[in-house]
């Protein structure tokens, strides 16, 4: 069983920064082995696809709408991966979630279906 725990929520004023964390456990799970994702859902709207990682922390993607803004991490030593926010806009507040990719190493994928082992999600509010 794999288990994620995103932190690292909160309000901040918009321009301010965040860093979220997601924790990663599970007995038989080799995290290092697994491109993992941001996700986010703002209230009344699908889940959307915000950053993802490699394997081995060499290959980022980002969406547009957070390029240039946001970065995505990861400490396989500490099974964590992080997304470090800067310059949050009025439009950023949302539930994160982080989530493995289905399948270890392979291409980074940014569909929702194609990531599995969801964490509970952090709140992030901004206010303007």
């Known amino acids: 069983q794999v288990q994620l725990v995103e932190s690292g929520g909160g309000l901040v004023q918009a321009g301010g920064s965040l860093r979220l964390s997601c924790a990663v456990s599970?007995?038989?799970?080799?995290?290092?082995?697994?491109?993992m994702g941001w996700f986010r859902q703002a209230p009344g709207k699908d889940r959307e696809f915000v950053a993802a990682?490699?394997?081995?922390?060499?290959?980022?993607y980002y969406a547009d709408s957070v390029k240039g803004r946001f970065t995505i991490s990861r400490d396989n030593a500490k099974n964590t991966v992080y997304l470090q926010m800067n310059s949050l806009k009025p439009e950023d507040p949302a539930v994160y979630y982080c989530?493995?990719?289905?399948?270890?190493?392979?291409?980074?994928?940014?569909?929702?279906?194609?990531?599995?082992?969801w964490g509970r999600g952090t709140q992030v509010t901004v206010s303007s």
């Open positions: 990682i490699s394997w081995n922390g060499g290959s980022t």
């Open positions: 599970g007995r038989t799970f080799s995290f290092s082995s697994y491109n």
């Open positions: 989530a493995r990719r289905i399948g270890s190493y392979g291409y980074i994928l940014v569909k929702e279906d194609e990531y599995a082992s």
